[in-house]
Structure formats: C-alpha cells, structure tokens
C-alpha cells in the first residue's frame, strides 16, 4: 500500500507575530512525559533518595544538556566543514539541525553536574534517567514525522510513503520505525527491566545497548545525509556513532554485574 505524507504545515498555530512550531511542541510533549514518568518512578519502594521534586531540577539540566549538546553535536558530526566557515549559523537553531548522539553526550554532563550538585553518584542518577530516555526520543521523532524530514530510503516495492517535498518514490517512513523502537519498544523494555532493584550501572548499560541497535537497525532504512552519504562499510553516521554505544552499553552491564556480585554477602557471611 502507497500512502502520501500528508505534508503538514509545520506552524502548528500563529499566536501574533510569533510562529509555533510542531517540532518545539514535540520537544515540549517529551518534556512533559519525563517529568510525568519520572515523579511516578521516584516513588517506587525502592528509589531510596529520590523525591518526585527531584525530577523538576533534573529535568532543568537536561534541557540544556539536549540542546547544546545536540546543536553541537550536529555541527561537530555533521557539517563541521560548513559550520567552521559560517560560525555564526551555529546560532541559527530554528533552522534545524539537531544530533541525537550530541544530544546525549550534553545530557551525560549535565548529569554530572547534577549529580554533583545533589551529592548523588553519576550512574545512580543516569541510571534513574534511562527509563525515561526514549519518551523524549518518541516525541522527537514524530515531531521529525510530522516536519516531512530525515525520510528513509526508497522501499523499491509495492508499498511505503510518498514524500512530495522529496519526490514521487515510495519511501520507508524511517521516523514512524524510531520513534517505535528507540521510542515505545524501548521505553517498555527499560521500563519493564528498572521495575526492580538492578545493580548500579545496568540500567545506563542497557540504554546504550537498546538504542545503539534500535538506532543501527533503523538506518538501513534511512536516508543518509545528502552531505555525508555513506561512510567506509557501507554505513551511515548514525550507525558509526551508534556502535560504540552497544559496545560501551555491553561493557557497563557486565561491569555493573560483576560489581554485584563481588560485594553481595556470601552464604557464610550471612550465617556469621
């Protein structure tokens, strides 16, 4: 089946001379779903030290971390070359041009300050984070949906999505497949695993893991940057950038689960 993108006007509503973008209101929409989720995970039993409150200042470091690391990270990725040339389109952000892998390296260190800050261990609160990553991410990817932009490749079967801003081929609609796994699968599957105590680390870890792939997988179906194309292998920025993420992901729960178990009371221990 053939469907065409419906070309939505980017401008959800004027207010003055002011224009509201769908984009910033997805931003927005993530915004609001982590604070909502996180106030609910702080009072499970077994969060100790964490108070519903807690995720308001959170959140208030996060959002710097997502945007000047996700700015910065699209133009030390992305278009270096032309950013070094027009420095002051660095700026120009309503123009577009986010990183996801910028943006989660601002997020790391504004974690760290937090945590700083608060007096708390940095994989304690990434791993209290975590869980809550991918609703933000969902959020973003359809606010990309509905912008009619980073479409996939083209499917060369009998179905797919025409985008008329791009051209008449049947495309794979490669947001709507992120925003359902780097997004709700994801989300579940973080969820579901963080329902219980898990050893420091292996929440942080499985993020990585999680998104690393669902990320990889995905850019099989998605367009490569016109400006960069493909890269040595075959592959896109995006999965070069993704792999050391599974790497880094698999090494953290290992490590986290090898700590456990190093400092759990033996049996003997238990009946001194």
């Known amino acids: 089946m053939i469907v065409v993108h419906p070309s939505f006007d980017p401008v959800a509503v004027h207010v003055g001379p002011l224009a509201i973008r769908w984009y910033g209101l997805m931003y927005l929409v993530g915004f609001v779903l982590v604070v909502a989720f996180g106030r609910a995970r702080a009072k499970r039993s077994f969060m100790t030290g964490w108070r519903p409150q807690d995720v308001d200042d959170m959140l208030f470091y996060g959002v710097f971390g997502v945007i000047l690391g996700g700015r910065l990270g699209y133009v030390l990725f992305y278009k270096f070359g032309y950013y070094l040339a027009h420095p002051l389109e660095i700026f120009a952000v309503w123009e577009g041009g986010m990183s996801f ?6 997020v790391l260190v504004a974690m760290a300050l ?23 991410l ?3 990817r359809l606010g990309n949906f509905i912008n009619g932009e980073l479409w996939g490749r083209p499917t060369g079967g009998d179905w797919g999505m025409i985008f008329p801003a791009v051209d008449n081929l049947p495309r794979h609609p490669s947001q709507l497949y992120e925003l359902g796994l780097e ?31 669902a990320r990889f997988t995905v850019e099989f179906a998605r367009e490569p940057d016109a400006f960069l194309g493909y890269l ?5 920025m995006g999965q070069w950038l993704s792999l050391p993420m599974i790497v880094a992901g698999a090494l953290m729960m290992a490590w986290a689960y090898r700590r456990a178990r190093r400092t759990q009371p033996t049996i003997i221990d238990r009946l001194k």
């Open 183 to 213: 997004g709700i699968v994801l989300f579940v599957v973080l969820w579901t695993f963080s329902s219980r105590p898990r050893p420091l680390g292996a929440v942080s870890g499985l993020f990585l893991i999680g998104y690393g792939v």
């Open 114 to 136: 937090y945590a700083h800050a608060r007096h708390k261990r940095w994989l304690e609160v990434t791993d209290f984070i975590a869980p809550l990553c991918p609703l933000g």
């Open 101 to 106: 892998h910028g943006g989660f390296l601002g």
């Open 232 to 236: 040595a292998f075959g592959l896109t």
């Open 138 to 140: 969902a959020a973003g």
